[in-house]
Nanobody, 125 residues
Framework: QLQLVESGGGLVQPGASLRLSCKVS????????IGWFRQGPGKEREGVAC????????DYTESAKGRFTISRDNAKNTAYLQMNGLKPEDTGTYYC??????????????????WGQGTPVTVSS
């Protein structure tokens, strides 16, 4: 059974950077697409970025383009989300999710069956 544990969240000021990590255990990460999602206060969960199992395909939601970078190190069974230029609207709980590599990676929550518990990110002055 796949287990995912996020870390790296925190309280930062606008313009700061954070690097989130998603450590996976139970199976080799090389067979799974990874997605990062967030849920802000009073909002629905939304996809932020995704990456294919071998890392050759990435995609971002419009608000993340140019500021966030998704990556992975399959040897370490870990995925990352580098977030630069953080804004107050980036505030929320960030979740990583994994799904077996069938088709292209997506940022649709219902396409992922394995989820972490989330790490909180607060961007405030």
């Amino acid at each position: 059974q796949l287990q995912l544990v996020e870390s790296g969240g925190g309280l930062v000021q606008p313009g700061a950077s954070l690097r989130l990590s998603c450590k996976v255990s139970g199976m080799s990460l090389q067979y799974y697409h990874i997605g990062w999602f967030r849920q802000g206060p009073g909002k629905e969960r939304e996809g932020v970025a995704c990456i294919s199992a071998n890392g050759d395909i990435t995609d971002y939601t419009e608000s993340a383009k140019g500021r966030f970078t998704i990556s992975r190190d399959n040897a370490k069974n870990t995925a990352y989300l580098q977030m630069n230029g953080l804004k107050p609207e980036d505030t929320g709980t960030y979740y990583c999710a994994a799904e077996w590599q069938i088709g292209p990676p997506t940022m649709t929550a219902r396409d992922f069956r394995s989820w972490g518990q989330g790490t909180p990110v607060t961007v405030s002055s």
